[in-house]
């Protein structure tokens, strides 16, 4: 599990290093919207073609997301951030106080300016993006977002996790 979520971790810490300075049309239009789209992530190493790493979908609002990908369901209300793994009945929680680019989608949303200045945006359109990050020399990372879609703040109810439906066997970790 913990492979897994590091690996959507640096999805959103290199998705959010947006160049300062430049407008994102699909991401300008987000603010205090409620955003949904697809996410295609890969990466190239050494100028190699990229391969993909995984795909999943987000749902973001304010400071709170759904994140689905690689088998997890990632859900935070602002406050507090739930990691579920539904192949082993696991479930991590954390405090969402200290979260920050890396932890946090919702920042993709609030904050690209603020981050970097090796994004390459390869093509867009009204409802997808798709961007290139130099993470570092050799290492480039691909975000291909698609089916992004806005609409009008619906209040948090989408973003908390109830972890009294896991089945008895679960095993929940709270790190709160």
Same mark, same amino acid.
């Given at each position: 599990?913990?492979?897994?979520?590091?690996?959507?971790?640096?999805?959103?810490?290199?998705?959010?290093?947006?160049?300062?300075?430049?407008?994102?049309?699909?991401?300008?239009?987000?603010?205090?919207?409620?955003?949904?789209?697809?996410?295609?992530?890969?990466? &190239?190493?050494?100028?190699?073609?990229?391969?993909?790493?995984?795909?999943?979908?987000?749902?973001?609002?304010?400071?709170?997301?759904?994140?689905?990908?690689?088998?997890?369901?990632?859900?935070?209300?602002?406050?507090?951030?739930?990691?579920?793994?539904?192949?082993?009945?696991?479930?991590?929680?954390?405090?969402?106080?200290?979260?920050?680019?890396?932890?946090?989608?919702?920042?993709?949303?609030?904050?690209?300016? @603020?981050?970097?200045?090796?994004? @390459?945006?390869?093509?867009?359109?009204?409802?997808?993006?798709?961007?290139?990050?130099?993470?570092?020399?050799?290492?480039?990372?691909?975000?291909?977002?698609?089916?992004?879609?806005?609409?009008?703040?619906?209040?948090? &109810?989408?973003?908390?996790?109830?972890?009294?439906?896991?089945?008895?066997?679960?095993?929940?970790?709270?790190?709160?």
């Amino acid at each position: 599990m913990l492979k897994r979520f590091v690996i959507l971790l640096s999805l959103f810490t290199c998705v959010s290093s947006f160049a300062q300075g430049v407008s994102i049309p699909q991401l300008d239009r987000a603010a205090g919207k409620r955003v949904g789209f697809t996410y295609e992530y890969s990466l &190239s190493k050494d100028g190699a073609g990229f391969s993909k790493v995984t795909e999943g979908e987000v749902l973001v609002e304010d400071n709170a997301y759904r994140l689905d990908g690689l088998g997890l369901t990632i859900v935070c209300n602002g406050e507090t951030r739930w990691t579920y793994d539904p192949s082993v009945g696991e479930v991590v929680i954390e405090s969402a106080e200290n979260d920050n680019i890396l932890t946090n989608p919702a920042l993709l949303i609030s904050s690209y300016r @603020h981050y970097g200045n090796a994004l @390459h945006v390869k093509s867009g359109a009204k409802d997808s993006l798709d961007v290139v990050y130099d993470v570092d020399d050799d290492v480039r990372a691909r975000f291909v977002l698609t089916g992004i879609a806005y609409s009008e703040p619906q209040g948090k &109810s989408d973003f908390t996790f109830d972890v009294k439906s896991l089945p008895k066997d679960s095993v929940i970790t709270d790190l709160r």
